[in-house]
């Protein structure tokens, strides 16, 4: 069966003039609508308007013009059915057999900073979806088009045997329910949003498709990235990839980390990742200084790591950087003089994302076998909390800025999370523990000698004072944890018994 007859009407105009041009050279018959039609008329490509076929002219500015038995009918009867030939034939409806539409831009208009709620109705494509599902359901006798790549492949069908195979006509009905359904969870979204509803009956999520990766946490398993139509450009799924191999699976989730933690700091920080966890941070006046300080609180897990800065990376850092085996470094920009140091490992990948202040507020995804968490994102920041200091004794200058780095670091780490900070740095992590005294253990050994006078944070609760009992042992002065338990009197007791200063800020920030 023949394609005879083709409805084309674009709002991406690419590559459709030699694409119609070439149809009318292979016989196809076309008909066009609007803005279309007139494209493809000024490049002189015979086309019949919408409303001859309709025997209606377009109107409500024009919104309302493809929907017609004319063009439904001709689009829906089962060529193999005789009731629906007979129905053609009878009504005078000529089946049309190709069909290429893509819709109204409506992501793009949303993506404007001045948008209008009316500029964003009047954008969402009705007619277009309409076509496109009448056709895909109709798939194997109707081919349809909705993205210009498919040109090509459709174009040489026909030309070499003067249909479209069933094999790509199914493919293309599959890729017209995947784009409307990604269309329709766009306008969902901004809807919701627009009503105001927070914890909708259904969720209609999606995403697109970035890149194939190599595989995923292990390399038996196949794994794919996806990025959020207008999601954050203050993310991984938005950097720029400057040089290295490609990212794996296992490196966007560390640098996903990375960023995550770096973004707490307004003044020059570095942040080193090993398997999602900070295994060093440190702040500075300069950003080399931050990094010495990031390198220095565990010079032998930063191997094979994820670096993030949040300042340009210069020329001298950029030499201390490339003496070790790092996997990526994250920072919103690189010097040429920086550039030119680190391209020298071919491996290196350099990531830029642009550090800008980021006002949506999107919800945190965690799938499940067979379902979905759905949570806000933990932006509460210490300026947030309720402090209140149980304690005989207050921290000192020096301990609140210990505190207030460590409370930054620990809301990243993996529950059970103890994290020990001195002189604008981590010196000891505890991540991922079952018990929150075996975290704060992991971290006073890792601290060593270091941890004499440097402060505690926990990401919840002591429910004992055994955690207080080591941290005194290790010459610990002050400890930050959002307080709550019933036992919180045992602790205060234990550090007012070490002179030991402990704030409580009200608030957990446990992380699984």
């Given at each position: 069966m023949a394609i005879k007859r083709a409805l084309v009407s674009v709002s991406n105009k690419e590559g459709i003039v030699p694409f119609v041009k070439a149809l009318v050279e292979n016989g196809v018959e076309v008909i066009s609508t609007g803005g279309t039609s007139k494209v493809l008329k000024e490049n002189g490509i015979p086309v019949i308007g919408i409303s001859e076929v309709t025997g209606f002219p377009e109107i409500m500015d024009g919104r309302v013009k493809t929907l017609h038995p004319n063009i439904h009918g001709a689009l829906l009867a089962i060529r193999s059915n005789e009731e629906h030939q007979k129905a053609l034939k009878e009504h005078q409806i000529t089946p049309i057999d190709l069909v290429v539409v893509n819709l109204y831009p409506f992501q793009a208009t949303i993506a404007k900073p001045d948008v209008t709620f009316a500029d964003a109705i009047e954008n969402i494509d009705i007619g277009g979806p309409t076509m496109l599902r009448s056709a895909a359901k109709n798939h194997q006798d109707v081919a349809v088009v909705v993205d210009p790549a498919d040109y090509d492949q459709v174009l040489s069908e026909i030309k070499e045997t003067g249909d479209v195979s069933a094999e790509t006509k199914r493919k293309l009905a599959a890729k017209v329910f995947r784009h409307t359904a990604a269309y329709d969870a766009v306008i969902a979204e901004y809807l919701t949003k627009q009503a105001g509803e927070e914890d909708p009956e259904?969720?209609?999520?999606?995403?697109?498709?970035?890149?194939?990766?190599?595989?995923?946490?292990?390399?038996?398993?196949?794994?794919?990235?996806?990025?959020?139509?207008?999601?954050?450009?203050?993310?991984?799924?938005?950097?720029?990839?400057?040089?290295?191999?490609?990212?794996?699976?296992?490196?966007?989730?560390?640098?996903?980390?990375?960023?995550?933690?770096?973004?707490?700091?307004?003044?020059?920080?570095?942040?080193?990742?090993?398997?999602?966890?900070?295994?060093?941070?440190?702040?500075?006046?300069?950003?080399?200084?931050?990094?010495?300080?990031?390198?220095?609180?565990?010079?032998?897990?930063?191997?094979?790591?994820?670096?993030?800065?949040?300042?340009?990376?210069?020329?001298?850092?950029?030499?201390?950087?490339?003496?070790?085996?790092?996997?990526?470094?994250?920072?919103?920009?690189?010097?040429?003089?920086?550039?030119?140091?680190?391209?020298?490992?071919?491996?290196?990948?350099?990531?830029?994302?642009?550090?800008?202040?980021?006002?949506?507020?999107?919800?945190?995804?965690?799938?499940?076998?067979?379902?979905?968490?759905?949570?806000?994102?933990?932006?509460?920041?210490?300026?947030?909390?309720?402090?209140?200091?149980?304690?005989?004794?207050?921290?000192?200058?020096?301990?609140?800025?210990?505190?207030?780095?460590?409370?930054?670091?620990?809301?990243?780490?993996?529950?059970?999370?103890?994290?020990?900070?001195?002189?604008?740095?981590?010196?000891?992590?505890?991540?991922?523990?079952?018990?929150?005294?075996?975290?704060a253990k992991i971290a006073i050994e890792q601290a060593g000698e270091k941890a004499k006078g440097c402060a505690m944070g926990s990401d919840a609760f002591f429910p004992m004072p055994d955690t207080v009992e080591e941290a005194a042992k290790a010459g610990v002065t002050a400890i930050i944890q959002p307080g709550g338990s019933i036992r919180d009197e045992d602790s205060i007791k234990k550090c007012d018994e070490y002179g030991i200063a402990m704030v409580f800020t009200g608030v957990r920030h446990f992380k699984h």
């Open positions: 259904s969720l209609t999520i999606t995403f697109e498709k970035k890149q194939t990766l190599r595989y995923g946490e292990n390399p038996h398993q196949k794994a794919t990235f996806y990025k959020k139509p207008l999601g954050s450009e203050f993310s991984i799924a938005a950097a720029t990839q400057l040089h290295g191999k490609e990212l794996s699976y296992n490196n966007i989730n560390d640098a996903d980390a990375a960023l995550g933690i770096v973004k707490e700091f307004e003044e020059p920080a570095a942040v080193a990742v090993k398997h999602m966890n900070p295994c060093g941070v440190g702040v500075g006046a300069t950003i080399e200084e931050a990094f010495d300080r990031a390198y220095a609180a565990d010079p032998v897990s930063i191997f094979g790591g994820i670096i993030a800065v949040n300042r340009e990376v210069d020329a001298r850092t950029a030499l201390k950087m490339k003496e070790i085996f790092l996997e990526i470094i994250i920072a919103p920009s690189f010097s040429q003089e920086a550039l030119e140091i680190l391209t020298e490992k071919k491996n290196l990948r350099l990531l830029t994302v642009p550090f800008v202040k980021d006002e949506k507020v999107e919800k945190k995804l965690t799938s499940i076998h067979g379902g979905l968490l759905v949570q806000d994102e933990d932006t509460f920041g210490l300026d947030d909390a309720t402090i209140t200091i149980p304690t005989k004794r207050q921290p000192t200058e020096e301990e609140w800025k210990d505190l207030k780095l460590a409370w930054k670091v620990v809301k990243h780490v993996k529950s059970n999370a103890i994290v020990l900070a001195k002189d604008n740095m981590t010196i000891g992590v505890g991540a991922g523990q079952m018990n929150r005294v075996g975290a």
